[in-house]
């Protein structure tokens, strides 16, 4: 069965880095575009950034752009969000999540646990 | 940008009862809309996909129709479990989620 498994999460200072990781099994990881949605407490779902399957197109929220990066390992089943210049408004859920296209966004079949990412200082 | 409006923003009804959540697009969209189910403390879940197609396992008390700008989700019988919050979500562009529908039992 298809698992997403994310981890990294923690508490960080604002300006400060962090890096979280998703583990995927269960299915064939380079086959399909991966997503990062979060979701800060008490909040809606905010989409963060999404790679195609092969790490050729990533897309990013206008509120990420420039500070955070996605990146995908085929390899290793992995897909990494990598954040800088964390701010406040950053804290929420992080969610690992599996699309049902190869190549852009459509609809996200499968979705990680989550970790908790909190800025503060 | 594709900007996405969901309403109401909450709603309370009795077990049996049909619940109607409408989802407006900012401009044409044509079908590409999803709708999520998300229960406290939990990931969301996918319940309709394109606009009216129901993910494989999902009960068919719950349906979806619309394009271009109009949306509307409905369960056609509200049960104890379907307490939770819906979203919406456009995918003709980068996707965006709607602000989300909180489904009570009254």
């Known amino acids: 069965q298809v698992q997403l498994v994310e981890s990294g999460g923690g508490v960080v200072q604002p300006g400060r880095s962090l890096r979280l990781s998703c583990a995927a099994s269960?299915?064939?990881?380079?086959?399909?575009?991966m997503h990062w949605v979060r979701q800060a407490p008490g909040k809606g779902l905010e989409w963060v950034a999404l790679?195609?399957?092969?790490?050729?197109?990533?897309y990013y929220a206008d509120s990420v752009k420039g500070r955070f990066t996605i990146s995908r390992d085929n390899s290793k089943n992995t897909v990494d969000l990598q954040m800088d210049s964390l701010r406040g408004e950053d804290t929420a859920v992080y969610y690992c999540?599996?699309?049902?296209?190869?190549?852009?966004?459509?609809?996200?079949?499968?979705w990680g646990q989550g970790t908790l990412v909190t800025v503060s200082s | 940008d594709i900007q996405m409006t969901q309403s109401p923003s909450s709603l309370s009804a009795s077990v049996g009862d049909r619940v109607t959540i409408t989802c407006q697009a900012s401009?044409?969209?044509?079908?590409?809309l999803n709708w999520y189910q998300q229960k406290p403390g939990k990931a969301p879940k996918l319940l309709i996909y394109?606009?009216?197609n129901l993910e494989t396992g999902v009960p068919s008390r719950f349906s979806g129709s619309g394009s271009g700008t109009d949306f509307t989700f409905t369960i056609n019988s509200l049960q104890p479990e379907d307490i939770a919050t819906y979203y919406c979500?456009?995918?003709?562009?980068?996707?965006?989620f709607g602000p989300g529908t909180k489904v009570d039992i009254k």
């Open positions: 999540a599996r699309d049902n296209s190869w190549y852009r966004a459509t609809y996200i079949q499968y």
């Open positions: 269960g299915f064939t990881f380079s086959s399909y575009t």
């Open positions: 790679i195609s399957h092969d790490g050729s197109n990533k």
């Open positions: 401009q044409d969209i044509n079908k590409y």
């Open positions: 394109d606009a009216s």
């Open positions: 979500q456009q995918y003709d562009s980068i996707p965006r």
